[in-house]
């Protein structure tokens, strides 16, 4: 008899603690054309093949009273995790219809997905096609990050000739053990027990590893100012959000040997200082990457394995060659920094730090007084979600998007994602502190377009 699957990661349980209080599910966004199946039968294959997933069966177990970090446990697949909106409608209504499902946060308890379909959808701009339809797998961050979700994603609606994700992607590590289980009653006074006796030695590790990263901070010389000062885009904000996309060819980004990043943050880098007032206005965006082989934490086994790390988007440099270039080091820098032995010492006590007082600080995620100094102006994530070779009612998959949720001081985030050989960027924004997003998506799109003569060049 078994009383458990795995115990969530700290960092996994801490997106899961934060969810209340900073909405943070993710939305894949997936076109595909030319669909031969009403929205109804899409909706029982999905819902048949999900049960074979994993990833798709799980939801959070608490402890009782918050002793310890939280379990995996299983859910159901049920019916109305699949929703269905019929149209014809526009690719921008139906943009606005995710926006007003975003206040809608899953509860991790029950369920850790969602998937919304939507068709028939007018085919977006740089997209082939009449009509489309559109699935929005919302997905809970605990679960996985933009990597493993993006996965997660691929096995659920399967390459057409492969049937399903590829060896070397994440999904189904973990596994829910099969087996008779404990009873509930049982499985919840072990697990308090369990955390109970796991407190006095998690507070020990976390004194140990905060004297270590007190001593190293102390030892270190004074520090330089680090950081950006907020601007415009940058306060609290309101819980409404405003959706934006535009979709390319993948080599419209790609001028010169450059990846879709590059080319991208350059077009953001153009819009985002014209939007602020003038060209050369310093941009600094928050990007997130993924660990990389000896630079991931010692421990780490988290389905959220990524950093956030800050890149200079270089708006003094005006050749665009420079740019990128400068661009394009820095990621690389980024990338293979090792970890500061600070940030690494007070990490792992973060890590051992009992549930109880974890809790207690995800609760107050948020909260406070808007800092001084933020790592980047915007937030952009960038995902390549693989070959064009997925499939939904007979139909096969032109475009992808997805889009990073927003923080009480960033009210305007960015997304970068391809599937095969189209990219889409997506904006999404808080229409309170970005009132005229759609003059910014004119600005983005114009340096998308013409990139001041990096595209074109």
């Keep these: 008899m078994r009383l458990r699957s795995a115990r969530m990661s700290a960092v996994d349980a801490q997106w899961y603690w934060m969810s209340p209080t900073m909405r943070s599910d993710q939305f894949l966004l997936y076109g595909f054309a030319t669909a031969s199946a009403s929205l109804e039968e899409i909706a029982a294959q999905v819902r048949t093949h999900a049960v074979t997933i994993d990833d798709l ?22 019916e109305d995790q699949v929703r269905l909106t019929h149209g ?92 008779r289980v404990c009873p509930e009653p049982l499985r919840r006074a072990a697990t308090a027990l369990i955390g109970a006796l796991r407190l006095p030695v998690d507070t020990a590790r976390m004194i140990s590893w905060g004297a270590v990263a007190f001593g190293r901070h102390r030892r270190r010389p004074a520090p330089t100012t680090t950081g950006v000062g907020p601007t415009p885009i940058n306060r609290p904000h309101g819980v409404e959000r405003r959706l934006r996309t535009v979709t390319v060819p993948a080599d419209a980004l790609t001028a010169r040997g450059r990846s879709v990043t590059v080319g991208a943050l350059i077009a953001i880098s153009i819009a985002l200082s014209r939007y602020l007032g003038d060209p050369r206005t310093p941009v600094t965006v928050t990007l997130a990457v993924a660990y990389e082989g000896d630079r991931r934490p010692v421990g780490n086994l988290s389905r959220n394995d990524f950093r956030n790390v800050s890149i200079n988007l270089r708006t003094d440099l005006d050749n665009l060659e420079e740019r990128a270039a400068a661009i394009a080091d820095a990621i690389v820098a980024a990338r293979a920094a090792a970890p500061d032995p600070v940030i690494e010492a007070g990490r792992r006590a973060e890590h051992v ?12 995620a948020g909260r406070g007084e808007p800092p001084e100094r933020i790592d980047g102006i915007s937030v952009v994530s960038s995902v390549n979600r693989g070959p064009a070779d997925l499939a939904l009612g007979g139909g096969e998959s032109v475009v992808t998007a997805g889009f990073p949720a927003l923080s009480p001081v960033h009210g305007l985030n960015h997304g970068i994602h391809g599937i095969g050989g189209r990219v889409s960027i997506s904006v999404i924004a808080a229409p309170d502190v970005c009132p005229d997003i759609d003059r910014y998506m004119a600005l983005l799109s114009d340096a998308v377009a013409a990139g001041g003569g990096w595209i074109t060049a």
């Design 57 to 78: 069966c799980r939801r959070v177990d608490d402890v009782p009273v918050g002793l310890d970090r939280p379990y995996w446990g299983r859910a159901p697949v049920t």
């Design 88 to 179: 014809p409608m526009t690719w921008q209504s139906c943009l606005d219809r995710v926006a007003a499902s975003i206040d809608d946060q899953l509860d991790a308890r029950q369920r850790m997905w969602r998937l919304h379909l939507y068709g028939p959808v007018s085919a977006p701009a740089g997209v082939p096609g009449d009509a489309l339809v559109v699935a929005i797998l919302q997905i809970a961050h605990a679960l996985g990050d933009g990597r493993r979700s993006s996965a997660i994603a691929r096995k659920l609606f399967g390459a057409k000739e492969s049937g399903g994700s590829s060896a070397a992607d994440p999904v189904d590590t973990l596994a829910v053990p099969d087996g």
């Design 353 to 364: 730090t009992p549930a109880p007082l974890r809790i207690l600080g995800a609760r107050q």
